[in-house]
């Protein structure tokens, strides 16, 4: 994203006041991870400034009176020698009152006064000059103790932040919004984010984990995240490295998991001087590594069946199935997206539902999906239900299983996963290809829903197009065998487990959030 900037600096002769305006406005590129619900926000008008014994008030006030608001300001000198308590740095006004007092200035120095209203995503700029000094107290009134813009804003226009760690654009080496050195851009937004930031140093060096047990092994740049996630929900979750990731904090900084394999291979590069950027690249062995790195194995987040977990020789840089009981390096790192505005949080709140946060009908869940359905209080299966957002059978194909009879399924809300087991063993279509389903975010756990389940998402009109099919068979009668549908406005259907006629694939999925 290209920006440009337009500045008025004016001379403070007399006390005048010129104002000129900057505008930066931002579509916000959506990271995978955070995204900003923001007021609208519009160019701020600064009315006069005081100016007071070594202090200036400062009077805004918002063309529209849209409210509530955030000031920030920032105060610059030219004037040699001048106080400056703010080092050309940032304040924060919050609520935005009708003026604020800036103090421990220089009388007589010229100061330029920049205010921003920031609503969360973008911002826009104004700016004037102005001298601190002492006002008239005569009972002759002073002719420049009144200050007024004298001219009509400019345009606005587009303003950059450079700086990595409060927003800007990132390059390799770049400390990120998280406190993390920068080791990996995409080169542009992904559905994951676009830059890697990984922590400044390893955790203790731990076990992978989840013996015994597979957890999900998506092994693609940008899936590190979803497989620490489900690692962290599993049963198998003590004294995993996923879990030790994915609980790391860093000055107050959340959203750091255990990289996927291709992850940790552009951090093996990193960490041994080589170029990063393209995942089709192997790290090779190099002749020394960055500070912070130890010649030793490190975990990645994908596993390799269920005794066996991937991990990469920063020495080497051999990738190996390796026995999950066996102790290597564990380094957190974190995806994120560069952002416009005044400043950027350093910590992503886990608040939204698709980053293990609350959910509520109609969010996107961790997979991807449509959440249709929230328990009261957690349940022994979790407490959110989401639904796939587009159907996933190919076109022609029914329901499966035409001639098997005795296929015991349940209409009952919760049976959608013992359903979904029955019909697989028994090769039911349907039933395969919600189960074979693996979300862009690399989540697998999904199933083909009940016929209650399918009554829920409907009720919460989660899915549209085309009938789905549920999980729960009608039996066979005389030689036809049926099976239970949904339309999208929830009415039942018993339908021929041929038919392909209106009838589509919806895989769901049952969670909870994270912590």
């Known amino acids: 994203m290209k920006f440009k900037s337009k500045w008025a600096y004016l001379t403070a002769a007399a006390l005048l006041l010129v104002a000129c305006s900057e505008s930066s406005s931002s579509g916000g590129t959506a990271d995978s991870r955070v995204k900003n619900e923001a007021l609208t926000v519009v160019a ?51 609520n935005a009152p009708p003026s604020f007092t800036i103090t421990g200035l220089t009388n007589g120095a010229t100061y330029t006064v920049r205010v921003a209203h920031w609503n969360g995503e973008t911002s826009t700029y104004t700016s004037a000059t102005a001298q601190a000094g002492v006002i008239a107290t005569t009972t002759i009134p002073s002719t420049t103790t009144t200050i007024a813009p004298t001219t009509t804003p400019a345009p606005t226009t587009t303003v950059a932040i450079s700086t990595c760690n409060i927003g800007g654009d990132c390059k390799i080496g770049d400390i990120g919004p998280g406190g993390g050195v920068v080791f990996y851009d995409a080169g542009s937004v992904q559905p994951w984010g676009r830059y890697l930031e990984a922590a400044p140093k390893d955790l203790d060096r731990g076990q992978f984990g989840c013996i015994g047990a597979e957890p999900p092994g998506n092994a693609a740049m940008g899936a590190g995240f979803a497989n620490s996630y489900e690692i962290n929900l599993s049963t198998c979750a003590s004294n995993s490295a996923a879990t030790a990731a994915f609980a790391y904090r860093l000055n107050g900084s959340t959203g750091w998991y255990l990289p996927s394999r291709s992850e940790l291979n552009e951090l093996c590069k990193y960490a041994n001087n080589q170029v990063t950027g393209d995942p089709t690249k192997a790290c090779t062995k190099g002749t020394s590594l960055r500070a912070g790195f130890a010649p030793t194995f490190y975990w990645s987040s994908t596993q390799n069946g269920p005794n066996l977990a991937w991990y990469q020789s920063f020495v080497t840089g051999q990738q190996v199935g390796y026995g999950k009981p066996s102790l290597a390096a564990i380094r957190p790192i974190r995806a994120f997206t560069n952002k416009d505005g005044m400043t950027v949080p350093t910590t992503v709140p886990a608040v939204r539902c698709d980053r293990g946060g609350e959910c509520k009908v109609g969010d996107t869940g961790p997979g991807g999906g449509t959440v249709f359905f929230v328990a009261p209080t957690l349940q022994s299966w979790g407490q959110y239900m989401e639904i796939t957002k587009s159907t996933l059978n190919i076109p022609g194909w029914g329901w499966g299983c035409a001639n098997t009879a005795n296929l015991t399924t349940k209409l009952d809300f919760g049976s959608g996963p013992t359903n979904t087991r029955a019909l697989v063993a028994s090769n039911c279509y349907a039933a395969v290809t919600a189960d074979n389903y693996v979300s862009a975010t690399g989540v697998d756990d999904w199933f083909l829903p009940s016929d209650a389940e399918l009554a829920e998402a409907a009720k919460a009109r989660s899915f549209s197009g085309v009938a789905a099919w549920s999980s729960s068979d009608n039996g066979c009668l005389r030689g036809f065998c049926f099976a239970y549908s949904r339309s999208p406005q929830g009415s039942r259907g018993d339908v021929s487990r041929t038919s392909s006629a209106g009838q589509g694939v919806f895989a769901v999925r049952m969670f909870k959030k994270v912590g």
């Not at 608001?69 to 304040?91: H, K, R, S, V």
């Open 44 to 94: 701020p008008v600064i009315d006069k400034i005081e100016p007071g014994d070594s202090s200036l008030t400062v009077y805004v006030t918002l063309p529209d009176g849209i409210a509530p608001n955030t000031w920030f300001y920032q105060i610059t000198t030219d004037t040699p020698n001048a106080a400056n308590p703010y080092l050309n740095g940032t304040e924060t006004v919050r």
